[in-house]
């Protein structure tokens, strides 16, 4: 898990832009989860499992925002 959640932190700016779609947005929800579950961070994986629910519908607005200013999802944790 360490080796995905440094590859999604290695991605270029582009390729995490898109990610924030809508239906991509997944791959964020499984980041979190991945982060959380590796630096044992309990609010983290919390926030990733919600992410995967509610991730598709609203919250692809905030990653897409975090992305375009911070170049990297918010974490939120």
Not at 6 to 31: Q, R, S
Not at 64 to 69: A, Q
């Amino acid at each position: 898990m360490k080796n995905l959640v440094n590859a999604f932190d290695n991605l270029p700016w582009l390729v995490k832009l898109l990610f924030c779609l809508p239906g991509l947005n997944i791959l964020w929800a499984i980041y979190r989860i991945c982060k959380g579950a590796t630096t044992k961070n309990t609010l983290m994986l919390v926030v990733g499992i919600l992410w995967v629910v509610f991730g598709t519908v609203v919250l692809w607005l905030v990653d897409l925002i975090s992305v375009i200013v911070w170049k990297k999802p918010t974490v939120l944790a």
